[in-house]
């Protein structure tokens, strides 16, 4: 568990700091990564490419993790995100469930998102 943790604090870390490298270390070539608005990617190559894609026009700012749940080869992440994407600041909360394979590659990852500010709609 420990080691899946650090997989992918340092896979968020990889955005923040616009450094590919870890990818090929940590996905397994068949991946496929569901986004949170709806973009599903479809091995290494197509995730590599947004990667490199993404950061030409973006930035992430803060991607700090919550909590880790881990249940056999799956673990749930919660964070907070926040970023600039073609001049315009982001936040949002999420949840990632990430699918490992016996040798602690990613082979399915898939985010959900909760939108900020919350509020309640019943003071």
Known sequence: M?????????Y???WINKN???LRKIFDPNIIYSECYGPEYHGLHAI???FEDWNKRGTVFVWNIKQFIHQGNL?????YFKCEYEAEVGEFDGVSL???NNDNLIVNLKEFQSKI???YPYK
């Open 98 to 100: 990430i699918e490992f």
């Open 75 to 79: 673990t749930a992440v919660e964070w």
């Open 48 to 50: 590599e490419s947004w």
């Open 117 to 119: 500010p919350h509020y």
């Open 12 to 14: 968020f870390e990889s």
């Open 20 to 22: 590919n490298v870890i």
């Open 2 to 10: 420990i080691e899946r943790e650090q997989i992918i604090e340092n």
